[in-house]
Nanobody, 121 residues
Framework: VQLQASGGGSVQPGGSLRLSCAGS????????MGWYRQAPGKERDLVSC???????YYADSVKGRFTISRDNTRNTIYLQLNNLKVEDTAVYYC????????????????WGKGTQVTVSS
């Protein structure tokens, strides 16, 4: 399985970005895919996830601002980031696992390279 993340960038507070993660090599249609982020000096945290059964999770810090979605092929996910805040600045990583995302990222079998999101005025 390979994951290719894209869509990061630099925006001002209140701005928006859309991240994409294209997966390939899946052996079934039922994978959990999610987004993690890691800010400098901080631990990696789960931002949002779609499970293999399409249950959706959002971290409290992004609820109401970020939206995760999956395309019809089930191999690509998106993360719409609205009303961005300075504290959203981090490297965002796409990951996949058989059924569920883990909060810490441990146990996620597949990772893409990170994409930088910078929010500053």
């Amino acid at each position: 399985v390979q994951l290719q993340a894209s869509g990061g960038g630099s925006v001002q507070p209140g701005g928006s970005l859309r991240l994409s993660c294209a997966g390939s090599g899946f052996t079934s249609d039922y994978y959990a895919m999610g987004w993690y982020r890691q800010a400098p000096g901080k631990e990696r945290d789960l931002v949002s996830c779609i499970s293999s059964s399409d249950d959706i999770y959002y971290a409290d810090s992004v609820k109401g601002r970020f939206t995760i979605s999956r395309d019809n092929t089930r191999n690509t996910i998106y993360l719409q980031l609205n009303n961005l805040k300075v504290e959203d600045t981090a490297v965002y990583y796409c990951a996949a696992a058989n059924h569920f995302c883990t909060i810490s990222g441990g146990g996620m079998g597949y990772w893409g390279k990170g994409t930088q999101v910078t929010v500053s005025s």
